[in-house]
């Protein structure tokens, strides 16, 4: 099975500034069929479910502002929170879908300092 | 709008069953696969089913296999969850989600499930 480890568990960034969030995976999530990688972010928000923001690690889901990016490939993946917001306050995870099962990382909580 | 909404959890004791179900709307439930997924309280995102569109595969997360049964009805755009032989670590929210094999674009407010004596 696929293990999803992310980084770090937290991190606190001034309102305007960049915030960066590393997932890996234990192996490549890389689909030969595509040469997609099979990875998705989610954002949580206390008392609400997880949130589609990206997947095939760069996609931005419909509706989601632009200041949010994945990057990487392989095993090494990256969301990138360009100029953070208030409302971006919340926990965000990875999952990979590469072939069951599915998995997902331990989550990063991303607060303003 | 696309919409599912979970019922059915509730205290049960260990060892107790419990029968979760989805209501989907807003989209042609036939067309997608379904997947439950489970939040224990203040901990991480954790999958535990899917099911394709005509229920032909179901796959399930080693900690509830042999336990847990996931079904669907197209008829009644409905998603189900059958929980036996429950335990304390069960406790969790459960959300109904559209996506199957691959990412999950819709998720359900959720529904908890608490195991306790």
């Known amino acids: 099975d696929i293990v999803m480890t992310q980084s770090p568990d937290s991190l606190a960034v001034s309102l305007g500034e960049r915030a960066t969030i590393n997932c890996k995976s234990s192996q490549s999530v890389l689909y030969s069929s595509n040469n997609k990688n099979a990875l998705a972010w989610y954002q949580q928000k206390p008392g609400q479910p997880p949130k589609l923001l990206i997947y095939?690690?760069?996609t931005r889901e419909s509706g989601v502002p632009d200041r949010f990016s994945g990057s990487g490939s392989g095993t090494d993946f990256t969301l990138t929170i360009s100029s953070l917001q208030a409302e971006d306050v919340a926990v965000y995870y990875c999952?990979?879908?590469?072939?069951?099962?599915?998995?997902f990382g331990g989550g990063t909580k991303v607060e303003i300092k | 709008q696309v919409q599912v909404v979970e019922s059915g959890g509730g205290l049960v004791k260990p060892g107790g069953s419990l029968r979760l179900s989805c209501a989907a709307s807003g989209f042609t439930f036939s067309d997608y696969d379904m997947s439950w997924i489970r939040q224990a309280p203040g901990k991480g995102v954790e999958w535990i089913s899917d099911i394709d569109t005509r229920s032909t595969f179901t796959c399930y997360a080693d900690s509830v296999k042999g336990r847990f049964t996931i079904s669907r009805d197209n008829a009644k755009n409905s998603l189900y969850l059958q929980m036996d032989s429950l335990r304390a670590e069960d406790t969790a929210v459960y959300y109904c989600v559209t996506g199957g094999t691959y990412y999950y674009d819709t998720w359900g407010p959720g529904t908890l499930v608490t195991v306790s004596s």
């Open positions: 999952q990979h879908y590469h072939g069951p099962p599915p998995s």
């Open positions: 095939w690690a760069s």
